[in-house]
């Protein structure tokens, strides 16, 4: 019976991490040269540099098992979660940069303020079921909720917003929800009870149409949820479908809707 | 004089896993003002990592099972120790409680009929988990977070809170600090619910996250309220022992539950070795038989696996103690056989086991679906916590209620996986309900100000020490020795060893020094931490010093037997007026005529 693989090439050493070290934007990164073992993952590093030579260096973390998405930062320039990036995917030749993320402001050292995430959930319409069946209880197949487990997966690490260039670079957070939060709204639309139309949010103020499907999101994802095919494209497909198409858009001139 | 903001609630809620979110959504629908407390984001509690489901009877999957075999099976579990009213109350109302997951969206896996399925699991005796794949804790912490925003309640994110505050002998608030800013804050409420779940962080090798350093236990017994049951921490079976950086993380039951089996370094099942006379009219004795069961057939008894948890890992502790463990000094667990017998196996394990399939790969380069696991135990929960009343969860202390992790009562000895994600609902709903009563009932009470002041001194001295001291080093001295001196087999010695640890550590704790200033400063949250993990050490070590025989979680070398004298009293301790710990046994409480009857009705 075979064991554990030995866990790649790069099985330990020595390495220089450059951390971005500073408070509400203003900093410099900082190099701390440190040993590590195989197996170790980059928080693992970062929390040996906290216990051992820069004990007020912030980070935010959690369950440091994937499952809570807090240790989110950009690793070498890719948005990542820490503590699943581990030490033999590094090149360890050169000093490993760690900064937080940039679609965000900043706090301190590695943390953000992500709380505008919270914001935008709470403007998302709430789920809203059908009446469930004589017994009280609702039906729904198995294949029918599938999609939507995918989409129920999101650890909530806001990588993908950090890499979303509508928010990243042109930083339009007041008129774009991003992909999270297509996703979350994709999962109550695609949810085979739900009654309630967040259509009408997701053309105006909630922006789907500024996606231009570039599909950063669905790269950076840690659970491979694929945000752009199965999430975002369905919604403009919904908006378009209600806004755009000819017959509609006629008998909205008749209606006045 | 210290600076410091007031918000007043008529409820404030310490802790935002599954049971906090649940409270705060009861208390908010009786329409009184709640206040949220988390010292992490919202959504990211330790709830996430639940794993394997949420135990309810509901039948959808064997319509023998009802509350009555549920509340048999717990006691089982806890071997009568529990609570039995708490118990009777959680398998009664589970079902109900996960239904009303799903009318707030929550969507679990479904039955042939399109109803919510449920997997068999450790203990319980018939297929009772809902579950969402592997994945249930975050279904459940994202489902109550959706649904809680819409309702008015005031979360305060990666806030801490230092101490409790009381008005005479009722509870008047809890003195907090936001982590971002380091800004005290004075949360002013009527009542106040902990839900701050485990102690895990108290030992080097645990499956808990950071957050886990026994706050709401500790704020309670130094808030003057009783703790039960703190010798009961349970080792779970299967955690990973490889690589050394991931060593303790989870390896849910679940594996189990769809057919893993476990084996030592000669390839031998030794679970099949080593069946306590208790179960072994429910437990299969050999592998055809298991695997029938594995895969749905009524008339087959469980696999050995599928024992409680505290017997799994002392038989997986005995296999790599005698020398037959692999090679980083675990087991194996090995679900990649079921492709002997299933046509599409890799494919099934991934689909019902997906976050362990990602787990593996990532982290250890290895295909579940291929190879199997290495695993042992690690330090998973701790079913001692605060004593409530089994009914409104309210603490000895006036307008303190606890629920979930931090409170005791229902799993007694031993808690059966799954049983904890619906402890979470039931009593954090209870909890919840109860606060808003009391806080409605009751007036105002006065703010302590000379209090205030005092801990806002204390929690400050960190700073303002000099010398060498660092707080992440007696942490880690703590984890180490308490891991080895009271963990899974205990011993009268090792754990008087441990009390004088404790005493040493925390007059090193009383020197600790702290850098930098108090913006999001993790060097003074552990410093701070170090208060509330030495309590739950302390209370852990003597209560498992006064339990000398082995039962349920508790197992001692030196007294490996059970104690028929012992199965009449729950250890309980209470912080004396001279401020050392006390500790009393008081009689277990007694079973009704109705529960005697239901026991034995599922005797066999």
């Not at chain 1, 928080?43 to 440091?64: E, P």
Request: charge should be neutral; glycine fraction near 10%; hydrophobic fraction near 35%.
């Amino acid at each position: 019976m075979s064991g554990h693989g030995s866990g790649g090439t790069n099985t330990g050493g020595s390495a220089v991490f450059r951390i971005w070290r500073g408070e509400r934007g203003k900093g410099d990164f900082a190099d701390y040269k440190t040993e590590f073992s195989g197996g170790m993952v980059v928080l693992d590093v970062i929390h040996k540099i906290q216990a051992s030579q820069a004990g007020d260096l912030a980070v935010r973390w959690n369950c440091k098992a994937g499952k809570c998405g807090s240790c989110s930062a950009e690793i070498n320039g890719m948005p990542k979660l820490m503590c699943m990036t581990r030490m033999n995917q590094i090149d360890v030749t050169k000093p490993v940069t760690v900064e937080p993320m940039q679609a965000f402001p900043h706090v301190r050292d590695l943390v953000t303020d992500v709380s505008w995430n919270y914001e935008v959930k709470k403007r998302i319409k709430k789920y809203k079921p059908e009446k469930p069946g004589a017994d009280g209880q609702w039906r729904m197949q198995q294949d029918d909720v599938d999609r939507v487990q995918e989409f129920r997966k999101c650890i909530e690490c806001y990588l993908c917003q950090d890499v979303c260039h509508v928010l990243r670079d042109h930083h339009h957070h007041d008129k774009f929800i991003g992909p999270r939060f297509l996703v979350y709204s994709a999962a109550l639309e695609m949810h085979p009870l739900d009654t309630a139309d967040r259509v009408p949010d997701l053309h105006a103020e909630q922006g789907v149409g500024f996606c231009n499907i570039t599909k950063c999101c669905t790269k950076v994802c840690p659970e491979s949820i694929t945000i752009t095919d199965n999430a975002i494209i369905p919604l403009k497909e919904r908006v378009v479908d209600r806004y755009y198409d000819p017959v509609r858009k006629l008998f909205r001139v008749f209606t006045g809707g | 004089m210290a600076e410091y903001q007031v918000l007043e609630h008529d409820v404030l809620v310490i802790g935002a896993g599954g049971a906090g979110l649940r409270a705060a959504i009861e208390a908010s629908a009786n329409g009184v003002k709640v206040g949220l407390v988390t010292k992490s984001l919202l959504g990211k509690a330790h709830t996430v990592m639940a794993e394997g489901g949420v135990a309810a009877a509901m039948a959808n999957v064997d319509d023998r099972d009802n509350w009555r075999v549920h509340f048999a099976d717990t006691m089982r579990g806890g071997q009568y120790l529990n609570h039995p009213r708490m118990a009777e109350l959680h398998a009664k109302e589970a079902p109900e409680r996960v239904r009303e997951l799903e009318a707030w969206g929550a969507l679990f896996d479904r039955t042939k009929d399109g109803r919510i399925l449920q997997r068999n699991f450790g203990g319980h005796r018939y297929a009772r988990l809902a579950h969402v794949g592997d994945r249930t804790g975050l279904e459940m912490i994202r489902t109550l977070q959706d649904h809680g925003i819409h309702l008015g309640i005031d979360v305060h994110m990666e806030h801490t809170v230092v101490d409790l505050l009381k008005d005479g002998d009722r509870i008047a608030g809890a003195f907090a600090y936001d982590r971002e800013r380091g800004r005290f804050k004075v949360f002013h409420a009527k009542a106040v619910v902990l839900a701050t779940g485990g102690i895990g962080r108290a030992f080097q090798i645990t499956s808990n996250s950071w957050e886990y350093t026994g706050d709401g236990h500790s704020l309670a017994y130094h808030a003057g309220a009783s703790l039960k049951d703190m010798e009961f921490v349970q080792f779970h079976p299967t955690g990973m022992v490889w690589p050394p950086s991931v060593r303790g993380l989870l390896v849910t039951e679940g594996v189990r539950g769809e057919g893993g089996v476990l084996r030592n370094k000669e390839g031998r099942r030794f679970m099949f070795d080593d069946i306590p006379d208790n179960y072994k009219l429910q437990t299969a004795d050999n592998e055809e038989e298991a695997w029938r069961y594995t895969i749905g057939d009524k008339n087959a008894r469980r696999p050995p696996e599928l024992l409680t948890r505290d017997h799994v890992a002392r038989c997986i502790a005995r296999e790599v103690r005698e020398g037959r463990g692999s090679p980083h000094g675990g087991v194996f667990l090995d679900i990649a056989w079921i492709k002997e017998k299933l046509p599409n196996a890799a494919e099934h394990i991934k689909r019902k086991l997906p976050s362990m399939y990602h787990q593996f790969k990532q982290l250890a380069d290895l295909d579940i679906t291929q190879e199997p696991m290495e695993i042992g135990p690690t330090t998973h929960y701790m079913m001692g916590g605060v004593n409530v009343h089994p009914d409104s969860q309210m603490s000895d202390v006036p307008g303190l209620f606890a629920a979930g992790e931090c409170a005791a009562g229902l799993h007694g000895a031993n808690r059966l996986g799954g049983n904890s994600l619906s402890d979470l609902i039931v009593f954090g709903k209870r909890a919840g309900e109860f606060a808003a009563k009391f806080a409605k009932e009751h007036s105002t009470p006065a703010l302590p100000k000379d209090r205030v002041d005092a801990v806002a001194r204390i929690a400050l001295e960190p700073f303002e020490r000099q010398g060498t001291e660092s707080a992440y080093d007696i942490q880690h001295e703590l984890q180490e020795r308490m891991q080895a001196l009271v963990g899974i087999v205990r011993r009268q010695e090792e754990m008087e060893e441990a009390v004088a640890m404790i005493r040493r550590l925390e007059s090193r704790a009383a020197k600790a020094v702290v850098h930098g200033n108090r913006e999001y400063n993790p060097g003074w949250h552990t410093a701070l931490d170090l208060r509330h993990l030495l309590t739950v050490s302390e209370a852990i070590t003597i209560a498992g010093l006064d339990r000398k025989e082995s039962r349920g979680a508790h197992f001692r070398d030196d007294f490996p037997n059970k104690d028929p004298e012992a199965s009449k009293f729950n250890i309980v301790i209470v912080k004396g007026p001279d401020g050392a710990m006390q500790l009393k046994r008081v009689p277990v409480v007694p079973l009704t005529e109705e529960h005697k009857k239901i026991i034995e009705e599922n005797q066999a």
